[in-house]
C-alpha cells in the first residue's frame, strides 16, 4: 500500500478510528490497523490484526478488504462485522452483524476455506488445523462486550481469562500455582 497510515493500541488501550472513506473501527487492546491515506483503485484494502468491530461505509463498486496476518479475508460491501484474530490465540473468528461479507482463509498460499457469504448473526470460527466451523444465530453482544465496557468470560479456559486481562489491563499476569489452568471462568465485569 502506498502512503499507509498504522494505527496501533496497546494493550490496556482501545481506540475508535475513522478510515478515509468515513468508514469507522473499534480497536480492542493489543490490535492494529494498516490502511492508506487515500482509498483508490479497485479494493479498499486493510490489513488487521488482534480484535475489532468494523462499521463500513457502503460502496458497492469498490469493496473494501480486510486481510488477517493469520491468513483470513474478509470481503465487505458495507456492513458491520467483528473480528477477533491475535497472534497468540489458538482460533481466529470473524461474525457479521449486518450486511453482507465474503469470508475465505489461505495458509502458506492455498485456500483452506475458498470465499464463502456470510449471512448476518453467523460466525466463523479458524482454529489451528484450518478447520471452519460456522455458527448461525451467534450472540453478537458478546463478541463485542469489550467495545461497550464489558469483560465477559463464559466457561472460558483460565489461560484465555489471563490474555485477555493482560489486553485489557495492559499487565503481566504471574501464575504461581499452575493447577488453576485447568479451571473455567464464568463472570461479567463492567468496571475495572
Known sequence: MQNEQT???????????????????WL??????????????AERTVKFSGEGYFDIRKNEQVPMVVTTPRGMKVKVLGTKFH????????????????????ISRVVDNEAVVKEKEMK??????????NKAVFVANSDTTKKIAWKNGELLFEKTPMSDVIKKLERW?????IVKDPSILKYKFTARFRSE
Open 7 to 25: 494505527f496501533y493500541t496497546e494493550n490496556g488501550i482501545k481506540a475508535k478510528i475513522m478510515l478515509p472513506d468515513s468508514s469507522v473501527v
Open 28 to 41: 480492542n487492546s493489543g490490535s492494529s490497523i494498516t490502511y492508506p491515506q487515500n482509498f483508490s483503485g
Open 83 to 102: 473480528i477477533c484474530s491475535y497472534d497468540d490465540d489458538a482460533d481466529e473468528q470473524a461474525t457479521l452483524f449486518s450486511g453482507k461479507i465474503n
Open 120 to 129: 448476518p448473526l453467523e460466525s466463523v470460527n479458524f482454529n489451528n488445523a
Open 169 to 173: 489491563h495492559g499487565a503481566d499476569i
